[in-house]
């Protein structure tokens, strides 16, 4: 298994863009987490899903954040319009049932 | 509310010693310990876990403590490698929640060769 599969890898750009992170999980795995951390912030949990619904997003900063699972082999994070202060690197994570949490390569992003 | 802390947020030990990284929680509800190790531009990876029904568990060089009276864990690395160099962190699921992972701030790890 190629293990958790974020892209992009690295994301620049302007200040009221959108952007969308995208993660495919381990297959097999029905949990799905995205994770955003910075140095002042530590890891932080922004969402979470079960089977491909969302259990809990109290972790999503603000409305600018969305994100989807619209099937269990893809999910995406959507900023919509970017800030600068939305710089950070967004980690993706999947688990089956209560296993081990596998984290992706992450997205660092970069809003100027 | 609700959240893990960890101690130290930097620590520098030479090759050979013994590391201790310590968190402590607030709620009594969590059952699920697991450390996770990061090292630079890297992604976290878990290297042991620990669940509320045992107070010690060892994988090799590396063991973790729990006192659930306390509410405290620990991390105990020894005969540390300067491949052991990382940022450690914690993490507990606050709340009993099986799932939701509450993350410790990080300890920088450091080993002297």
């Known amino acids: 298994d190629a293990g958790v599969i974020q892209s992009p890898r690295h994301e620049v750009t302007e200040m009221g863009q959108e952007v969308t992170l995208r993660c495919k999980p381990i297959?097999?795995?029905?949990?799905l987490f995205w994770y955003r951390q910075t140095m002042m912030r530590g890891l932080e949990l922004l969402i979470y899903?079960?089977?491909?619904?969302?259990?809990?997003d109290s972790g999503m900063p603000e409305d600018r954040f969305s994100a989807k699972m619209p099937n269990a082999s893809f999910s995406t994070l959507k900023i919509q319009p970017s800030e600068p202060r939305d710089s950070a690197v967004y980690f993706c994570?999947?688990?089956?049932?209560?296993?081990?949490?596998?984290f992706g390569p992450g997205t660092r992003l970069t809003v100027t | 509310g609700e959240n893990v802390e960890q101690h130290p947020s930097t620590l520098s030990v030479q090759e050979g010693d013994s590391a201790v990284i310590k968190c402590t929680y607030s709620?009594?509800?969590?059952?699920?310990f697991p450390w996770y190790k990061q090292e630079l531009g890297k992604r976290p990876q878990l290297i042991i876990d620990?669940?509320?029904?045992?107070g010690e568990k060892k994988d090799q060089r590396i063991a973790v403590t729990l006192n659930k009276t306390a509410k405290h864990f620990s991390l105990h690395i020894t005969e540390t490698q300067p491949e052991d160099s990382a940022v450690y962190f914690c993490?507990?699921?606050?709340?009993?929640?099986?799932?939701?992972?509450?993350f410790g701030s990080g300890t920088q790890l450091t080993v002297l060769p």
């Open positions: 994570a999947s688990s089956y049932g209560s296993r081990e949490q596998y």
């Open positions: 297959s097999g795995h029905d949990y």
């Open positions: 899903f079960n089977n491909n619904v969302p259990i809990d």
């Open positions: 709620d009594s509800a969590s059952n699920y």
């Open positions: 620990i669940r509320s029904n045992v």
């Open positions: 993490a507990a699921n606050l709340g009993g929640s099986a799932r939701q992972l509450t």
